[in-house]
């Protein structure tokens, strides 16, 4: 009998806080398992955000640092100028990205800093026990939208990256799920190529990761999968919006 | 014998079933002992099924499960 499968060395031994079946849990893995299968531990230095991953310094076995609420883009930006043979990586939830830290976002995927962002969207805060996040679909129910967001009151939910992807600035903008096995393997691949690209020096790279909240939304674990690819999925469609390395034939 | 095994860190676990839901020989369910968090850890109810497939691992946000395979025997 040979391992196939372990905790990878990116990740500490610390047990996550993380409420039973939250999708940051996979995430935080799919992120370690690349910085070990790239062999950029010792160079990686993340900065993690405010929000349900604020603890993520606890969780990564690599440099980390904290960032205020929203600002990781611009953490990462000053220590990936100052570091620039480093591997700097954000990871933020969309209560961060993109409501608080929409403006530092737009501006460091305009420059195209040769930063890795991963941007978890699960459609609430869920820190906070579930308001309206920026990202929260037309009809859901939540903490601060009781009978469900509606356009006339709330406005639309915010696409981050088809919104980013109108910017020259970026080199890899891509959104992913983790509503089931096959979609999360896809999501380490797009997670590793993320890195890859700051490797290469290709310039920003942000991996959007759908994700599920079942506390705040109020069902189980198997069943926030499901509610991802039944309401997120259409709404926040998967696939590559930008990919620099695509043009030039690699 | 079962091509694949895999290895349950209880202490870990906390009854969240995406495992249990992932498995598709279902060698995986919630169990009746409790960890020190107090959540009904996950067991290997039928281990004999186990291809080693690795899926139950890929969908468990807490790490709690290592996976071995048996290599393929060469002819």
Redesign the interface.
């Known amino acids: 009998m040979q391992t196939v499968f372990q905790k990878p060395e990116a990740l500490t031994d610390v047990q996550m806080h993380y409420c039973p079946g939250c999708t940051h849990g996979i995430i935080h893995r799919l992120v370690a398992e690349a910085i070990d299968s790239l062999g950029i531990r010792e160079q990686a230095i993340g900065v993690a955000s405010v929000g349900c991953s604020v603890f993520a310094y606890d969780y990564f076995n690599c440099d980390m640092q904290q960032a205020a609420h929203g600002r990781a883009p611009a953490v990462a930006t000053g220590i990936k100028r100052v570091r620039p043979d480093n591997i700097v990586f954000t990871y933020q939830g969309d209560g961060d990205l993109a409501s608080i830290g929409m403006a530092e976002i737009v501006h460091a995927a305009a420059r195209s800093e040769n930063i890795t962002v991963i941007f978890v969207n699960n459609a609430i805060y869920g820190m906070t026990s579930g308001q309206m996040a920026p990202t929260t679909l037309l009809g859901q129910k939540t903490a601060t939208s009781p009978r469900g967001r509606t356009a006339e009151e709330m406005g639309y939910p915010i696409k981050m990256c088809e919104l980013l992807a109108t910017l020259e600035g970026p080199a890899y903008l891509t959104r992913v799920s983790t509503h089931d096995s096959r979609h999360v393997l896809q999501a380490g691949r797009a997670i590793k190529k993320a890195f890859e690209m700051q490797q290469q020096k290709k310039g920003f790279a942000l991996v959007e990761v759908l994700s599920t909240c079942s506390v705040n939304w109020g069902m189980t674990p198997v069943d926030a999968l499901k509610w991802v690819e039944q309401n997120m999925v259409p709404y926040y469609p998967l696939g590559v919006y930008k990919d620099v390395t695509a043009k030039e034939g690699n | 014998m079962p091509r694949?095994?895999v290895i349950i860190n209880s202490?870990?676990c906390?009854?969240?079933?995406?495992c249990v839901?992932?498995c598709p020989q279902d060698v995986l369910a919630i169990g009746k002992t409790i960890n020190s968090k107090g959540?009904h850890a996950v067991e290997a109810v039928a281990p004999e099924r186990c291809t080693?497939c690795?899926?139950c691992?890929?969908?468990?946000?807490?790490?709690v499960?290592?996976?071995?395979?048996?290599?393929p025997e060469r002819k």
């Open positions: 694949g095994e202490e870990l906390k009854e969240c079933s995406l839901a992932a959540y080693g690795t899926l691992a890929v969908m468990c946000p807490d790490v499960l290592t996976i071995k395979r048996r290599s």
